[in-house]
């Protein structure tokens, strides 16, 4: 087993997920206007320190992402904030991307940058604790897209990416996220995720990645989310394992979907769904941003200081996800 497969197997197995805690501080800054809390570098700290030090951390979560702002912060136990992470018994991992720009040639569509002294960041980041990382390509569906250029264009920069990260010996969550903004039907979100899933292994492949030491980060199949032919969770979980099926090498030790702006309770029960039915030998687990932290976050606004009260929100959420990577949740075990 490399090096590589073994941090994976760390970060997602017995029903562990990741956090994804690395939104860039434009993002951040939405998420706390929205709940009207200054969005200060102490802030931004303070929510994060008060879930990375939270029992649902140690008992649920087997990897932390983080934005650069946070990995460099000190915690209010003078701990770097990647032996927080450590200590809880946590992967620390970072997003290395420099985010999805105008793609040139298709000014509808976007191309994720970050590649020039990508090496010698990576460098920093490992000294700093960290062992995995993010890069996310951005796709969205409407009738010309995603286009071939930037199917292309963003799994090129996803191998690139991922070859640079494991010779820096960490391990890339690969992570294409195709939108759900739009009308179209599940059919759809199937095929044009399944094109863009194909063409990123081709490109990992050409770039010689060990498929054994990545995290795939997919969307999972939905209906667009102004599309009048939702879906039920049952057929989310078939048509999803469906698409990972024909397009993910079976050396992928490990699957961890986004959320993409599910609410908590769907992509609890959509995953639950994926591990009832999964016939495959791919760990399937998570790795959310919205749904681990919304409710935590709305809780926490009312008052920053109850540290608490905020990580019982956490816990709970995070509980719920883990056992519904283990196939093992109900709507019941919500309640109570
Ligand atoms: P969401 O789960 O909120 O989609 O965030 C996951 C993520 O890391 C997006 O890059």
Request: charged share 25%; net charge positive.
């Amino acid at each position: 087993m490399s090096e590589l497969n073994k941090i994976a197997l760390k970060i997602l197995s017995n029903g562990k997920g990741i956090l994804a805690a690395d939104e860039s501080n434009g993002t951040m800054t939405k998420r706390l206007d929205s709940i009207n809390v200054p969005s200060t570098p102490e802030n931004r700290l303070l929510f994060r320190e008060t879930l990375f030090s939270s029992d649902g951390i140690k008992n649920f979560i087997g990897g932390v992402i983080l934005y650069d702002e946070t990995i460099n912060q000190i915690s209010s136990s003078k701990q770097t904030i990647p032996e927080l992470i450590s200590t809880s018994g946590a992967v620390p991992g970072i997003k290395v991307d420099a985010g999805a720009k105008v793609l040139a040639g298709s000014t509808e569509e976007k191309i994720t940058e970050g590649l020039d002294g990508l090496r010698e960041r990576l460098q920093i980041y490992y000294k700093l604790g960290a062992r995995f990382t993010k890069w996310r390509g951005v796709y969205n569906i409407s009738d010309k897209c995603p286009s071939k250029l930037s199917i292309n264009s963003n799994a090129h920069a996803l191998a690139r990416y991922s070859a640079l990260v494991q010779e820096c010996g960490m391990v890339p969550i690969v992570e294409p996220e195709v939108l759900m903004d739009g009308d179209h039907s599940a059919e759809t979100c199937l095929k044009k995720t399944s094109e863009v899933i194909k063409k990123c292994f081709e490109e990992l492949m050409i770039h010689k990645i060990d498929l054994s030491g990545i995290i795939l980060k997919p969307n999972m199949i939905l209906a667009g989310n102004t599309s009048n032919k939702k879906i039920s969770s049952e057929e989310v979980a078939k048509l999803t394992l469906k698409c990972l099926k024909k397009n993910v090498p079976s050396d992928v030790p490990g699957i961890a979907f986004l959320s993409g702006g599910q609410t908590e309770i769907e992509a609890t029960e959509n995953l639950n769904l994926i591990n009832k039915y999964n016939d495959t030998n791919f760990i399937m687990s998570y790795s959310y941003g919205r749904a681990l932290q919304q409710s935590a976050l709305k809780f926490w606004s009312k008052d920053i200081k109850d540290i608490q009260g905020t990580q019982k929100i956490f816990n709970h959420r995070a509980n719920m996800c883990t056992l519904a990577a283990q196939g093992k949740w109900s709507a019941e075990l919500e309640s109570k």
